[in-house]
């Protein structure tokens, strides 16, 4: 009675798995399917000096604020590239600088604004600060490329 008890649980086991594994596998591709890859080249970089930092930024309340995922590369002929794997599709915004002096972080004057060269996705230019986050937003919904022009410190 006992040894039947065992045989019929093994047996209802085995008949869940078979099923379960193949319904999780194929969930978990379907997960990975939907993310992307961002690759952002950053041109008109002044000089080779120090490193390029982007912050990817993935929604507007985070906006300048904290960073969603962050990337750094070196410079070579007076530009870089850095790419961001494993995007959900989604509306984002970039902001790159040029780290001179490798510390990591974008240094600034007393007043707030950055002493080292600073660009956002789109191009978007701000007015007496940065830009809106309407004019840097994009979309990913696939693989993306973008390019941005880095502009001069103030």
Do not use: R, W
Request: charged share 20%; proline share 5%.
């Amino acid at each position: 009675m006992i040894f039947v008890l065992f045989e019929k649980q093994f047996i209802t086991k085995t008949i869940m798995l078979k099923h379960f594994i193949p319904i999780l596998s194929f969930i978990s591709c379907i997960g990975f399917a939907q993310n992307s890859n961002l690759t952002v080249t950053v041109s008109d970089i002044k000089n080779n000096s120090g490193t390029v930092i982007a912050e990817l930024y993935n929604s507007e309340g985070s906006y300048l604020k904290k960073a969603f995922k962050i990337a750094s590369s070196e410079i070579k002929s007076n530009s870089a590239t850095l790419t961001f794997t494993g995007i959900p599709k989604g509306e984002y915004t970039v902001k790159v600088y040029h780290d001179e002096n490798k510390n990591g972080k974008l240094d600034k004057y007393i007043i707030g604004m950055p002493k080292e060269p600073v660009a956002c996705s789109n191009n978007a230019k701000g007015f007496m600060g940065p830009p809106k986050y309407d004019d840097a937003k994009f979309t990913v919904s696939s693989d993306l490329k973008m390019n941005i022009k880095m502009n001069p410190a103030h």
